[in-house]
């Protein structure tokens, strides 16, 4: 599985756009790009997953570049609800082992 | 649907008690994960079953646990001789079919070994 770095926390105001970047050098052919969010005190919570290009779906917006070694994921209008631990995996979405394997992800602090 | 509940929230025991976890996972969800999170860590992978069978167990999963889901639907986890490390969130995790974006977590179980 493709190693995965993010910045560990980020700090933005409500109604801003909140764009957070995750590295994947090493990202295989068959792998996707799959973000959750999670609340304190909750388990996490699939938001968008992409393979190329751009997805958007009624959370957020995923972009992915050419050579896929990176990707962000944006929050447009952020409330302070959006307030939570982003977590960027990759891989074969489509292999036999389908555990989640999370790194330490982005702490998002959203503020009146 | 009522979604992934895990049972209890929080437990407190002392060090060398045993405790055992239940998750009942959404009803005809085939798949069922099992995850521990520490504090400022992402969660990390413990164990996966499908259906009945186990098929998938993490090193992390030392010889003092032991997970089962006898029919398929509810699971159970067990620590034996717990330990301070053993301090942590445990979550579970079902799903209807493979892939990454597809596994619905539960609230989680927060136990401290005092």
């Known amino acids: 599985l493709a190693k995965t770095t993010q910045p560990i926390s980020m700090d933005s105001y409500e109604g801003q756009e909140v764009n957070i970047t995750c590295s994947h050098n090493n990202i295989a052919t068959n792998d996707y790009i799959t973000w959750y969010q999670q609340f304190p005190s909750q388990g996490p919570r699939f938001i968008i997953q992409?393979?190329?290009t751009k997805v958007t779906n009624e959370v957020a917006s995923l972009f992915i570049p050419a050579d896929r070694k990176s990707s962000t994921l944006s929050l447009p209008r952020v409330s302070l609800s959006d307030t939570a631990v982003y977590y960027c995996l990759v891989g074969d979405s489509y292999s036999d082992t389908d555990k989640l394997i999370f790194g330490t992800g982005t702490r998002l602090q959203v503020f009146p | 649907d009522t979604g992934v509940s895990q049972d209890p929230r929080h437990k407190i025991t002392k060090r060398g008690q045993n405790v055992t976890f239940r998750c009942d996972p959404i009803s005809e969800h085939n798949r069922l994960y099992w995850y521990r999170q520490t504090l400022g860590q992402g969660p990390e992978f413990l164990t996966y079953?499908?259906?009945?069978?186990?098929?998938?167990k993490s090193r992390l999963l030392s010889d003092r646990f032991s997970a089962e889901r006898p029919k398929g639907s509810f699971s159970t986890l067990e620590i034996q001789r717990t330990e301070q490390g053993d301090s942590a969130m445990y979550l579970c995790?079902?799903?209807?079919?493979?892939?990454?974006?597809?596994?619905?977590f539960g609230p989680g179980t927060r136990l401290l070994v005092l």
């Open positions: 995790a079902s799903s209807s079919r493979q892939g990454l974006e597809t596994q619905y």
């Open positions: 079953f499908q259906n009945e069978a186990q098929l998938e």
């Open positions: 992409g393979y190329k």
